[in-house]
C-alpha cells in the first residue's frame, strides 16, 4: 500500500520567510499528488494538485510543489509566507487511476509570526 | 453549487449511544469519500462509493462502523454503540471522473463521545 511522508510536523517561520515543506510518497506506479490546506476551524482546500505534464505546478495563493519523480517526492514552496498562511497543510497521494480515496500524510503545522 | 453538505456540524453524545452522520455530496459528483481526522492518526480513509457503490471500506475500524449511500445525493455514516475513542473529526468529500478527480471536502462534523 501506499503511503506519504511529510518530514515537518510543525513549523514556525517569520512573515516574508521564504517555505520548502517536504512530501514523499512510497509507491512505484503512476500517482496523482495533492497539496490539501486546512485554516484553523475550516475544512480541508486544495492548494495545487499533479496528474501529469509539467512537474512544477502552481496553485492558489503563491504556491508551487514540485514533482521529483526519482526522488518520489512533491515538496510544497513559497517564496514569501504571510502571517495568514499558518494553518495545517496535507500532502496526499492517490495511485493508479485516480479513483480511489487520498491517502495523506501526518500533516505539517505551520505557524507565521507577524 | 452549494459544495459537500454535512450534517450536524458538531454532535456530542453519550458512549453507547448511536450516531449518525450525513453526507450530500456536490451534484453530478459520482464518487463519495468518508475521512476521519484525529491527532493521533491525522486523516484516514474510512470507505468510499463510485455510483453508489461501496468500493473499498478497509478504512472501517470495525463492526460498530457502516455506511451507505441510497441514492447519488445522500450518505450516512453510522457509529453503533459509540465508544470514546471515536472522538474525532469526519469530513466528506466527492469527486467526478470528469475533474480529473479532484476531491472537494466538506466542513466536517466534529463528534464527541463522552
Known amino acids: 500500500a501506499q503511503s506519504v511522508s511529510q518530514h515537518n510536523h510543525h513549523v514556525i517561520l517569520s512573515e516574508a520567510a521564504s517555505l520548502e515543506l517536504g512530501c514523499n510518497y512510497s509507491y512505484g506506479g503512476t500517482v496523482n499528488l495533492f497539496w490539501y490546506v486546512q485554516y484553523p476551524g475550516q475544512h480541508l482546500q486544495l492548494l495545487l494538485k499533479?496528474?501529469?505534464?509539467?512537474?512544477l505546478v502552481k496553485g492558489i495563493k503563491g504556491f508551487e510543489a514540485e514533482f521529483i519523480k526519482s526522488k518520489f517526492s512533491f515538496n510544497l514552496r513559497k517564496p514569501s509566507v504571510q502571517w495568514s498562511d499558518t494553518a495545517e497543510y496535507f500532502c496526499a497521494v492517490i495511485t493508479g487511476g485516480g479513483a480511489d480515496g487520498l491517502t495523506f500524510g501526518k500533516g505539517t503545522h505551520l505557524i507565521i509570526q507577524p | 453549487d452549494a459544495g459537500v453538505i454535512q450534517s450536524p456540524r458538531h454532535e456530542v453524545t453519550e458512549m453507547g449511544q448511536e450516531v449518525t452522520l450525513r453526507c450530500k455530496p456536490i451534484s453530478g459528483h459520482n464518487s463519495l469519500f468518508w475521512y476521519r481526522q484525529t491527532m493521533m492518526r491525522g486523516l484516514e480513509l474510512l470507505i468510499y462509493f463510485n455510483n453508489n457503490v461501496p468500493i473499498d471500506d478497509s478504512g472501517m475500524p470495525e463492526d460498530r462502523f457502516s455506511a451507505k449511500m441510497p441514492n447519488a445525493s445522500f450518505s450516512t455514516l453510522k457509529i453503533q454503540p459509540s465508544e470514546p475513542r471515536d472522538s474525532a473529526v469526519y469530513f466528506c468529500?466527492?469527486?467526478?471522473?470528469?475533474?480529473?478527480?479532484?476531491?472537494?471536502f466538506g466542513p466536517g462534523t466534529r463528534l464527541t463521545v463522552l
Open positions: 468529500a466527492s469527486s467526478s471522473r470528469w475533474g480529473n478527480n479532484e476531491q472537494f
Open positions: 499533479y496528474f501529469s505534464g509539467d512537474p
